[in-house]
């Protein structure tokens, strides 16, 4: 039955394929109605979900790696690069919750797209992303997961860009195209280095891990930097993070699913992949882990100044990829992808409950023309309430016991000053989530009287399942200080900490309850200051935070302008100096050599026997004194 694990892909990218074509079909010959793109597009998930379900299933209670190759796909020499798949522990927990919350944000999809003219070319778009992500986690071997590495950027191309006709739309796609290709470039560098070094025998995982330990620390070093490189890019680390909140411009269906369970957590989830490699250069993770830290921070500073509800999400999400890549960094693998998995659902319910409000308001994503909205969605309120508190860690809420066992690790390994960083985050998550939250539904005084647009069952069916997540998925990692077990811990235990933590529970709870206080902080600020805002009054935006460093100005000045530059100079020499010269200084001889034959060539019979007679002449002088 092993054969079933390309069908995890396979149906989602069939089902892709069937849209698209069934796109061309209704636009070419016959428009169809939204519910023949509907059916397939919301059942690929599903069945890639239930299909996981049953290797899950086959998988409990054993430490079973299910391998499936499915043909040669390249042969160079001796390297031979098989089309395979391969499930572990880490890929099926990937899996499931990629499928589980793909489908349902797919169903939320059907609801917000349902009167937009592209629908089918995006449900086309969407389940190409799911496939991409999926081939990308279930890869055997780092080649073929580039291919699922690179089929999620250029569908977030497409999805960010949806909007073709507004530019600025263009603009964002290209943005997160180029600074992607920027990070691929590093895994491009780091996959070629192992394969160079380590591949001999075969480039899938197994074959890797087994001969990583022959090779030099240093060309190890490398390897690792370029990889995380990668890593930088797709996951919006800093520097290459950039593209994040302009990746706001697509449908919010499209934010849910990049934020939530695809793109972004493909970074994380490389190194996790890769914790062979990264476990014998612990430097090279602690400068991921210091990455990671700066980014939460630096990503949490400027959120606390947006207004627009979907980007302060970006940067929240920019800022909980920070704390993942702290744990992966640092060596606990299984921490890190815990804070993906539970981070996954109140992502999605945070932003698919924005996409709840922007379009029970026409379409307004300032949160400052919001306001009031607790009375008007109480449902959305309610869900988005719980995504809050789950994001900001307040117990027994998921994030609470994914983010503490972050911080737990970084206090208890000795690196305080990320402890630290990790702290001050967390109450600045808390204020601009709750400024957030208190602004929109609390806001008083901005155009009360206006319609509501009505939300359908498809939209507010899964902030429901999603909010009972967020609730209860934290609990499969209950540490054991709190009388649990920790079963993520337990099924990832290859991906876990190799050493067991040094810290008391005396010292694990107090560590806790700063947490929490820390938290509640941040939420006490922020409902002193907005919760009863007063949104007719004029909220001007301004300074250095609201514009988020001139980060992106300095990009332009430096990277775009320096390149435009550098291109215009390179043409002027090249182009103009040299090509241009030559080709045209060739043709000037041409002309000239051609005035000069048209001299001769002048069909005057009288200069014909005159040249005639000059040329006998030479020639007979010639002979006459050659011969004598």
């Not at 042969?75 to 031979?80: E, K, P």
Request: hydrophobic share 55%.
């Amino acid at each position: 039955m092993n054969f079933l694990l390309a069908f995890i892909v396979l149906i989602p990218l069939g089902s892709a394929i069937l849209l698209g074509f069934m796109y061309l079909y209704s636009i070419k010959i016959k428009k169809l109605a939204n519910i023949f793109f509907t059916i397939p597009a919301l059942l690929a998930p599903l069945v890639s979900f239930l299909i996981g379900c049953f290797f899950f299933i086959q998988m409990l209670g054993s430490n079973e790696v299910i391998l499936y190759k499915v043909y040669k796909w390249l042969s160079i020499d001796t390297y031979d690069i098989d089309m395979g798949f391969m499930l572990d522990n880490l890929s099926i927990f990937m899996v499931l919750f990629i499928s589980f919350v793909g489908w349902l944000i797919h169903i939320y999809a059907a609801g917000y797209m349902r009167d937009d003219e592209g629908y089918g070319k995006f449900f086309f778009y969407f389940n190409l992303f799911l496939a991409s992500m999926l081939l990308l986690v279930l890869a055997d071997s780092p080649l073929i997961m580039f291919i699922g590495w690179e089929g999620v950027g250029v569908c977030s191309y497409l999805l960010i860009s949806f909007y073709f006709r507004d530019s600025e739309n263009v603009k964002a796609g290209n943005k997160a195209f180029i600074a992607n290709r920027v990070g691929d470039f590093g895994f491009i560098i780091g996959m070629s280095i192992l394969l160079f070094h380590a591949g001999s025998y075969g480039f899938d995982y197994i074959n890797l891990q087994n001969q990583i330990a022959n090779v030099p620390l240093d060309i190890l070093t490398y390897a690792g930097i370029a990889l995380f490189v990668g890593a930088m890019g797709k996951s919006a680390q800093i520097p290459l993070y950039v593209w994040l909140p302009d990746a706001m411009a697509g449908p919010t269906p499209v934010s849910a699913l990049i934020h939530a369970a695809t793109m972004v957590t493909a970074g994380v989830y490389m190194v996790a992949r890769f914790h062979f490699l990264y476990d014998l250069i612990p430097n090279v993770g602690l400068y991921i882990a210091y990455i990671g830290a700066v980014s939460s921070i630096f990503a949490a500073i400027i959120a606390t100044k947006q207004s627009d509800i979907k980007k302060i999400l970006a940067y929240s999400t920019m800022s909980q990829l920070g704390y993942m890549f702290i744990a992966v960094g640092l060596g606990s693998y299984s921490a890190g992808i815990f804070h993906v998995f539970t981070h996954a659902f109140f992502k999605a319910l945070l932003f698919m409950g924005a996409g709840a409000v922007i379009v029970a308001l026409h379409h307004e994503q300032n949160i400052f023309k919001m306001g009031g909205m607790k009375s008007k969605i109480p449902l959305v309120f309610f869900t988005m309430l719980i995504a809050n508190l789950a994001i900001c860690g307040i117990p027994p809420f998921a994030g609470f016991f994914s983010k503490d066992e972050i911080l737990l690790v970084a206090f208890s390994s000795g690196h305080y000053d990320i402890w630290l960083i990790g702290l001050v985050t967390a109450v600045l998550t808390a204020y601009y989530m709750f400024r957030l939250f208190f602004v929109v539904f609390y806001g008083t005084n901005y155009n009360e009287n206006r319609k509501i647009h009505f939300l359908t069952k498809s939209m507010t069916s899964p902030l429901v399942i999603l909010a009972v997540g967020s609730i209860f998925v934290g609990f499969f990692g209950v540490p054991e200080v709190l009388g649990g077990h920790n079963l993520v811990s337990i099924w990832l235990e290859d991906f876990s900490l190799k050493e067991a933590l040094h810290v008391s529970h005396e010292s694990e709870l107090i560590l806790m309850a700063i947490n929490v206080f820390a938290a509640l902080i941040g939420i006490f600020v922020a409902y002193k200051k907005f919760f009863t805002c007063n949104l007719g009054t004029e909220h001007t935006m301004s300074g250095i935070i609201w514009h988020k460093f001139y980060v992106d100005e300095l990009y332009e000045k430096v990277f775009v302008n320096g390149v435009k530059k550098i291109s215009l100079f390179i043409s002027y020499s090249l182009d103009v100096k040299i090509i241009d010269a030559f080709v045209m200084g060739l043709s000037r001889g041409f002309i000239k050599t051609g005035k000069f034959v048209s001299v001769l060539q002048n069909a005057n019979t009288s200069n014909y026997a005159f040249i005639m007679m000059i040329g006998l002449s030479v020639i007979s002088s010639y002979l006459i004194m050659v011969l004598g």
